[in-house]
């Protein structure tokens, strides 16, 4: 099966020299590191969201035909994300992404690969380091592959990307001062695939969420916390997002490892509900936005 865009192979088989030669055109590790050392507040999502991805993705745009899936098995089992997440800090992206062709090519959706896959892959990258299994860089770059793959995927089903004209609008971010943005992106993806309008916003303060809400209608606000100290600030960030947003029916919904073990604290910052993943949230947000509407006509 051919590569997936922004991968696509040479003549000669990829190896370690190659992946790295990608990274260097676009920003070299050590420079990196060194940015680092030299500025302890530099954005690493920003790094690698906003130059590396890009670069990549043009350097190695192809007119590759869009990902096809055969009727099969739309599950993907425990055994294999803790098959994967390893692999993710190891193997070539490249090598990382013809797994992820193999199992779309047995039957199992791309929403399925998100989220049951992709999604739990972060989340162990993320015990591992806790675990000091793994270092920082380490973590960064299997984070950095796993997000490549979701541009990768989204770039070749453009159609299931296309929103009608009037839709409701989404506004996904990490709740400000957390770092951790990649369950973010696969919530924007999700929300984009069941035709809402999306603005993500990752690395975001306090006050630039606030004033994006007070200056474009949203019906639903997305918050995703990957660590359980951001938590203390959500209540007044809620009913800040509450108080100045151009919707006096704004949805909020919370998500993250917090919620999914305590999903009732959701209600106890303010928030009008949680979801264990992705698929689940969009469709919770769609029934909430669409109660929040009946309500408003009675």
């Known amino acids: 099966m051919s590569s997936m865009l922004g991968l696509a192979r040479s003549s000669q088989p990829a190896n370690r020299g190659d992946f790295q030669r990608r990274i260097d055109s676009a920003q070299s590790l050590p420079a990196f590191q060194v940015r680092l050392g030299h500025d302890h507040d530099f954005s690493i999502t920003k790094l690698i969201e906003g130059e590396i991805i890009p670069r990549l993705l043009v350097a190695h745009a192809t007119d590759a035909p869009p990902l096809v899936s055969v009727d099969g098995m739309d599950t993907i089992t425990q055994d294999e994300v803790e098959a994967f997440a390893p692999l993710s800090l190891r193997v070539e992206a490249a090598d990382l992404l013809d797994r992820v062709e193999a199992i779309l090519a047995r039957g199992v959706s ?85 035709s809402w309008i999306t603005d993500r916003l ?70 009008d509900g949680t979801a264990p993943d992705a698929k689940l949230a969009v469709k919770l947000a769609g029934k909430l936005v669409a109660t929040h509407e009946r309500e408003a006509t009675y």
């Open 110 to 194: 791309v929403e399925t690969l998100m989220v049951d896959l992709l999604a739990p892959t972060a989340r162990l990258l993320g015990e591992y380091w806790k675990r000091d299994e793994c270092d920082f860089v380490e973590v960064t770059m299997g984070l950095w592959r796993l997000q490549e793959i979701v541009h990768e995927i989204s770039a070749r089903t453009p159609a299931a990307r296309q929103c009608a004209a009037g839709g409701r609008r989404a506004l996904i971010a990490s709740m400000p001062g957390d770092k951790h943005s990649f369950g973010a992106l696969l919530l924007d993806e999700m929300f984009i695939r069941d």
């Open 202 to 271: 990752s690395e975001v303060t306090t006050a630039e969420l606030l004033g994006r809400v007070s200056e474009e209608w949203f019906d639903f606000v997305g918050l995703t916390i990957g660590y359980d100290y951001h938590i203390g600030a959500l209540p007044t960030t809620i009913k800040g997002l509450r108080s100045v947003s151009r919707n006096p029916r704004l949805c909020i919904m919370v998500g993250g490892p917090t919620f999914v073990n305590n999903p009732d604290l959701a209600a106890q910052v303010g928030a």
